[in-house]
């Protein structure tokens, strides 16, 4: 194995998706990985959401196993309990003791955009404001297509450099999202303020799906980054010539947190908030990307990351495509991101 694959490939001076905030469900646990961290989350009392390590500091057992009592984790193996701020409360026995200060470790958590972030890197440094910006999410109340999730077993770079990089729709994605006449669009990349874009249009061709399918059409398919990890897409179609109008439902959501090195959460979405008698239609998209993805695009990365065996990316030497200049960027940026808190730290 080569010395650059031995590094980690995510900076932890960063937020990140944890999990949607409906997964969390009052008086329950959640043990989840993330950047090779075993985590357990609940909320308290008050609802709010806690992270902490999932490790009794007594004999490690996995907290996760525990159960919550009115706010407080209990530790399944000898009954230790810890409150929100990771703080022993002991376990209520008169001839138990424990040594002072024992705690377990807790992490920065934000509630926003219907998800919960969370940072594991220097605490000094969490600000809230450099949650990636994802005001389009839908609010509750009508149906939306949110709260999607899938567990990949593939590095988060690679998934990455497949939302960033829109041409292999047009190839992988044949006669389902994609075809032949996409071909012919014109790329386009830009950078502002660290958010990179990429814009894909595609005049006077082929509409692949919805209410155009079939038809000759203008359409496009752009993406940005957020660092570290979430991508918004927009798209869209009109008849040749219209002038582009964006539908406020035509916003889709990609969201990537590495829980291990060669595994990765995967959460994603669409705008739009829909009443009862256009139901049908963000569960209609929900159907298609979950097809999608299962049975396009993460098998194929799946088998890209068995194919590399754990060698760096960049020590194989790939053949770089011009079509490809967002996802290097955002690799690249990201590459940075990790040299720089390595500097840091060393």
Same mark, same amino acid.
């Given at each position: 194995?080569?010395?650059?694959?031995?590094?980690?490939?995510?900076?932890?001076? !960063?937020?990140y998706?944890a999990?949607?905030?409906s997964?969390?469900?009052?008086?329950?646990?959640?043990?989840?990985?993330?950047?090779?961290?075993?985590?357990?989350?609940?909320?308290?009392?008050?609802?709010?959401?806690?992270?902490?390590?999932?490790?009794?500091?007594?004999?490690?057992?996995?907290?996760?196993?525990?159960? /919550?009592?009115?706010?407080?984790?209990?530790?399944?193996?000898?009954?230790?309990?810890?409150d929100?701020?990771?703080?022993?409360?002991?376990?209520? =026995?008169?001839?138990s003791?424990?040594?002072?200060?024992?705690r377990?470790?807790?992490?920065?958590?934000?509630?926003?955009?219907? =998800?919960?972030?969370?940072?594991?890197?220097?605490?000094?440094? =969490?600000d809230?404001?450099?949650?990636? !910006?994802?005001?389009?999410?839908?609010?509750?109340?009508?149906?939306?297509?949110i709260?999607?999730?899938?567990?990949?077993?593939?590095?988060w770079?690679?998934e990455?450099?497949?939302?960033?990089?829109?041409?292999?729709?047009?190839?992988?994605?044949?006669?389902?999202?994609?075809?032949e006449?996409?071909r012919?669009?014109?790329?386009e990349?830009?950078?502002k303020?660290?958010?990179?874009?990429?814009?894909?249009?595609?005049?006077?061709?082929?509409?692949?799906?919805?209410?155009?399918?079939?038809?000759?059409?203008?359409q496009?398919?752009?993406?940005?980054?957020?660092?570290?990890?979430?991508?918004? /897409?927009?798209?869209?179609?009109?008849?040749?010539?219209?002038?582009?109008?964006?539908?406020?439902?035509?916003? !889709?959501?990609?969201?990537?947190?590495?829980?291990?090195?060669?595994?990765?959460?995967?959460?994603?979405?669409?705008?739009?908030?829909?009443p009862?008698?256009?139901?049908?239609?963000?569960?209609?998209?929900?159907?298609?990307?979950n097809?999608?993805? /299962?049975?396009?695009?993460?098998?194929? +990365?799946? =088998?890209?990351?068995?194919?590399?065996?754990?060698?760096?990316?960049w020590?194989?030497?790939?053949? +770089?495509?011009?079509?490809?200049?967002?996802?290097?960027?955002?690799?690249?940026?990201?590459?940075?991101?990790?040299?720089?808190?390595?500097n840091?730290?060393?």
């Amino acid at each position: 194995m080569s010395t650059g694959a031995r590094h980690r490939s995510y900076p932890l001076n !960063a937020w990140y998706m944890a999990c949607w905030a409906s997964d969390l469900v009052a008086g329950s646990l959640m043990a989840r990985t993330l950047l090779d961290q075993p985590l357990v989350f609940f909320r308290d009392e008050d609802g709010a959401p806690v992270a902490m390590d999932d490790m009794c500091p007594h004999r490690f057992a996995p907290l996760s196993r525990g159960r /919550l009592e009115g706010g407080v984790l209990r530790c399944v193996y000898h009954g230790l309990r810890f409150d929100a701020s990771g703080a022993c409360l002991g376990n209520g =026995a008169a001839y138990s003791r424990f040594p002072p200060g024992t705690r377990v470790r807790t992490h920065r958590l934000v509630e926003r955009y219907r =998800a919960i972030w969370i940072w594991l890197g220097d605490p000094d440094r =969490a600000d809230p404001e450099h949650i990636p !910006a994802l005001s389009r999410m839908p609010e509750p109340g009508g149906h939306e297509n949110i709260g999607n999730y899938l567990h990949v077993h593939a590095n988060w770079l690679l998934e990455i450099d497949n939302i960033m990089d829109l041409t292999h729709v047009h190839y992988l994605h044949l006669g389902s999202l994609g075809n032949e006449s996409m071909r012919t669009g014109e790329m386009e990349v830009s950078e502002k303020d660290g958010v990179v874009r990429a814009e894909l249009r595609m005049p006077n061709t082929i509409c692949p799906f919805g209410p155009l399918e079939g038809q000759l059409c203008d359409q496009w398919n752009n993406v940005e980054w957020h660092s570290p990890s979430a991508m918004i /897409l927009d798209f869209g179609a009109l008849p040749p010539g219209e002038p582009p109008v964006q539908d406020e439902g035509g916003y !889709a959501f990609h969201i990537f947190t590495p829980e291990t090195e060669h595994s990765t959460h995967y959460f994603f979405g669409s705008s739009g908030s829909y009443p009862e008698e256009e139901a049908w239609r963000p569960r209609m998209i929900g159907e298609l990307q979950n097809r999608v993805f /299962l049975e396009e695009d993460n098998p194929l +990365i799946e =088998a890209v990351q068995q194919r590399m065996a754990g060698r760096d990316f960049w020590d194989m030497r790939p053949a +770089i495509l011009s079509s490809g200049a967002a996802a290097i960027r955002v690799r690249r940026k990201i590459a940075k991101l990790c040299r720089d808190e390595a500097n840091t730290s060393g």
